[in-house]
């Protein structure tokens, strides 16, 4: 048997490497249109790194009427330290040598203005109560706020009131990296197949019922055939499932939200001092990739801040794709979804129009609302983000990540975005579990899945501390995170 997975980024990778390892008999072939894994929204600079566990982002854990629901928080922790697992197994057998060269240690951080302080508090206490956020702590000391993240408070009046909560065990991860790390893996060890500059045109099924895939690679029209297709496509997953003529196509349409954020290169002396990632609070109307944030990146050996981002209302697919792409995979029936969306979210398209327009001044002038001062300590430059697609489901828009896969189980695809990459190892074994179901089921498979995943069961992660605490000490182990302080 064959799969044919479209796209090289942490997604299809992940799949890759999860179908071959479990299944060591399949034949796996990677097709991608750029001319590396993970150039496109995996790529270091085209997101914020954060390994999403919910440990600061606000929006994971909204408030309705001083009820607070962590249900959402719990979850993505959970696929998180799934994620870790996965990672922490690849390290282990020296698929990736060295962890640092992914993922750092970094501390996660919210930090909100008064009229917020009350939120916060409440957020404190629900969650600590936790086992997954046992370690959070929290302040409203203007010094020890300062010492935990000083670049968001030096610049700031000692009588200004503020609250903020930390855990020290966050990270910063390079998608990029990291997805060059297990596509090297893939190909070297595993004998999958990655066939770079290749530009997928269409799907559709053959009268024998496998899948053809039209592509146009390096200037040349080429044929693939698959007997399994998965689709990691990020944005660009969108027209390919249009062309496939799934009867599942129709309800869905992309929306597309860009991003940039402000950049500046730090020495490793000015990095200790701010080892963070600082979330605030989303404007009114914002879309949760627009929280304010101010992160410690680490790319290639090299120290920087990101701030941002600053979401733009840019209709097109994938950063280095065009307007027309977009129109092409266009359908009639996409139209009501789009003007319902435009309507119901008004206040949402008006804020990614703004925010399309805003010059250099007016971000930096957000930087030091955010952290004051900030702006003119360093040298900061803008950066496009990578571009992401929101999913329109049968007319409402709607955040996170979808998996769709066809009654036969002979075509699967991912659609959406955020928490995305920091979750994609749990999200792609739902996917594999999904399609590849007898498969997984053999001794040797499970036996495998053991020793990449020892407990992938979120509910037991959620219900059971004393069995979650064993498995993320021992992921954190692996990837050099430790309990103690960075600072």
């Known amino acids: 048997m064959n799969l044919i997975i479209i796209g090289a980024g942490i997604m299809g990778t992940t799949f890759a490497i999860l179908a071959k390892e479990l299944a060591p008999d399949l034949d796996v072939t990677i097709l991608e249109r ?31 009427e001083e009820v607070i629901s962590v249900e959402k928080a719990l979850k993505i922790h959970a696929q998180f330290n799934v994620a870790k697992q996965f ?39 629900e969650m600590s109560a936790h086992h997954f956020f046992e370690q959070m702590r929290y ?19 000692r009588h200004e009131k503020m609250a903020a909560t930390v855990i020290e065990t966050g990270t910063d991860v390079n998608f990029g990296s990291l997805t060059e790390h297990m596509a090297d893996y893939a190909m070297n060890e595993l004998g999958v ?18 899948w ?29 499932l249009k062309k496939s003529h799934m009867p599942f196509a129709r309800r ?39 929280v304010p944030h101010l992160d410690l990146r680490v790319a290639d050996g090299q120290h920087y801040l990101l701030f941002g981002p600053f979401a733009s209302f840019k209709p097109v ?43 250099d001044k007016s971000m930096l002038e957000a930087l030091d609302k955010f952290a004051p001062g900030l702006s003119k300590k360093f040298d900061w430059k803008p950066i496009e983000a990578g571009q992401r697609v929101q999913i329109i489901k049968d ?31 749990e999200v792609m074994l739902r996917a594999l579990e999904r399609m590849f179901s007898e498969i997984l089921s053999k001794d040797d498979a499970k036996a495998k899945l053991k020793e990449m995943f020892p407990e992938d069961d979120l509910d037991v992660l959620i219900n059971n501390p004393d069995r979650y605490r064993a498995v993320r000490d021992a992921a954190n182990k692996a990837l050099g995170i430790t309990s103690k302080s960075t600072r």
Not at 212 to 236: I, M, N, P, W, Y
Not at 327 to 352: Q, S, T
């Open 34 to 64: 750029l001319d590396k894994a993970g150039e496109g929204n995996s790529w270091a600079f085209n997101n914020a790194g954060t390994g999403h566990e919910a440990n600061c982002e606000l929006n994971y854990t909204p408030v309705d």
């Open 87 to 125: 990672w922490a197994y690849l390290v282990e057998k020296g698929a990736i040598k060295e962890p640092t060269s992914f993922i750092n240690q970094t501390k996660h951080c919210t930090i909100v203005s008064e009229p917020s302080i009350e939120e916060l508090k409440l957020r404190f206490k």
């Open 139 to 157: 302040s409203e000391d203007f010094d020890q706020i300062k010492d935990w993240i000083p670049y968001t408070m030096e610049g700031r009046l």
């Open 193 to 210: 197949k990655i066939e770079y500059g290749v530009h997928v045109k269409r799907v559709h099924r053959s009268p024998a019922g496998s």
């Open 212 to 240: 053809l895939v039209e592509t146009k690679t390096r200037g040349a029209s080429v044929q693939h055939r698959a007997d399994v297709l998965f689709v990691g496509a990020g944005g660009g997953a969108f027209p390919i």
């Open 252 to 290: 869905f349409t992309g929306f597309p939200v860009g991003g940039r954020f402000l950049q500046a290169r730090i020495t490793p002396e000015q990095a200790d001092q701010y080892r963070a990632k600082t979330y605030g609070k989303a404007e009114v109307g914002a879309p949760p990739m627009s």
């Open 317 to 359: 697919l994938e950063k280095g794709r065009g307007f027309i792409d977009y129109l092409l995979a266009m359908r009639l029936h996409d139209i009501p979804g789009l003007l319902n969306v435009a309507i119901e979210h008004f206040p949402l398209v008006k804020y990614l129009v703004s925010e399309t327009f805003k010059g």
């Open 395 to 425: 007319g409402d828009l709607q955040m996170g990540t979808e998996i769709i896969v066809s009654s036969d189980k002979t075509y699967g695809t991912i659609l959406g975005a955020s928490p995305g990459a920091s979750v994609s190892p």
